[in-house]
C-alpha cells in the first residue's frame, strides 16, 4: 500500500500552492479571461444597439404625449374654456382609452379648478402618464463584483437610457408606468383651431399606437439577446472569482510563510 509523503514541509506546502496559483492567476487565466471577455463584448454590442433603438422610439412616445397634454390644454384654456370640453368620464375614455390604439389616460370625473382649469364646474380628464424601459439586471454581474460569492443576489430594474444602453438580462417595456405628463380632456366643440386640435389628438393617438406595436417587436429581440449575453456574463464573473480567490490565498500563504520563517516564532520549519 502507497502511503503519502510526510516530509515536505509545510513551507513547503504553502510555497508549492503559491507557485501553483501564481501560475493559473499569471498565466493561464488571464487567456481565458480575455477570450470570455471579447465574446461577451460581442453579445454586448447587438444588446446596446436593439437597446438604443428601443430608447429612441421611446422619447418618441412620450413626447408625442406631451404634445397631447399641451393641445388638450390649449383647447381647455381660459373661463370659459376655449372649446367645449365633456363632462363624462366615458366621454374621455373614448378619446384616449380604445381597445384599437391603447390606453393613453383613463378618465375620471371633477371639478375644472381641481385639474388645472379655470372653471368651477365639473368636467371630464383623464392623466396622461410617461411609458417606460427599464433592465432587469444583477449589478454584480455589471460591475463585476468579485468580493461577493454570488453574482444574481440583489436583482432589479433599472432605467434603460443611451448611457447604458445594452444593461441587464431582459429590457421591459411598460406603459402608462411613469411620471405624470398632465390632464387631457375631450373636445367636444367650439370653433377657430378646436376641431383642428381635436383631429391633433387622434393623429398623435394613433402614431403612438404604431410606435408601441414597433418598440414590442425590438424588446423581444433584444431579449432574445441578452439571455445569451447573461450567460456570458456568468462565465466572465466565474473565471475572474478563480482569480480573486486565488489571489486571496496567495495573499494568506505569504502571510503564513512570513510566521513559519520567523526565528521569533521558532522558524524556519522545515
Do not use: H
Amino acid at each position: 500500500m502507497a502511503f503519502a509523503n510526510t516530509s515536505i514541509s509545510v513551507i513547503g506546502i504553502l510555497t508549492s500552492s503559491n507557485s501553483v496559483l501564481g501560475i493559473g492567476t499569471t498565466g493561464v487565466l488571464p487567456e481565458v479571461i480575455g477570450i470570455s471577455s471579447d465574446i461577451l463584448q460581442k453579445w454586448v454590442a447587438p444588446s446596446a444597439f436593439i437597446d438604443n433603438v428601443v430608447v429612441n422610439i421611446l422619447t418618441s412616445i412620450n413626447l408625442k404625449k406631451q404634445q397631447i397634454v399641451t393641445i388638450a390644454g390649449q383647447a381647455a384654456a381660459g373661463n370659459p374654456t376655449a372649446c367645449g370640453i365633456g363632462t363624462l368620464a366615458a366621454g374621455v375614455n373614448s378619446v384616449y382609452n380604445s381597445v384599437t390604439n391603447g390606453v393613453i389616460a383613463i378618465g375620471a370625473t371633477n371639478f375644472g379648478n381641481n385639474v388645472g382649469l379655470a372653471i368651477t364646474s365639473i368636467v371630464g380628464f383623464g392623466t396622461v402618464f410617461a411609458d417606460t424601459l427599464v433592465a432587469y439586471r444583477f449589478p454584480n454581474l455589471e460591475s463585476g463584483n468579485y468580493s461577493t460569492d454570488n453574482p444574481i443576489e440583489s436583482p432589479g430594474n433599472v432605467t434603460v437610457t443611451s448611457s447604458n444602453a445594452g444593461i441587464g438580462k431582459t429590457t421591459i417595456f411598460t406603459e402608462n408606468n411613469g411620471s405624470s405628463l398632465g390632464n387631457v380632456f375631450q373636445i367636444t366643440g367650439g370653433g377657430g383651431s378646436c376641431s383642428g386640435w381635436a383631429s391633433s389628438i387622434t393623429s398623435l393617438i394613433n402614431e403612438i399606437a404604431t410606435l408601441r406595436a414597433g418598440i414590442a417587436t425590438y424588446v423581444s429581440s433584444v431579449n432574445v439577446i441578452k439571455d445569451y449575453k447573461y450567460a456570458q456574463q456568468l462565465d466572465y464573473w466565474s473565471l475572474n472569482k478563480v482569480v480573486s480567490i486565488s489571489n486571496a490565498t496567495i495573499t494568506s500563504n505569504t502571510s503564513a510563510l512570513s510566521v513559519l520563517n520567523d526565528p521569533a516564532c521558532g522558524g524556519p520549519y522545515t
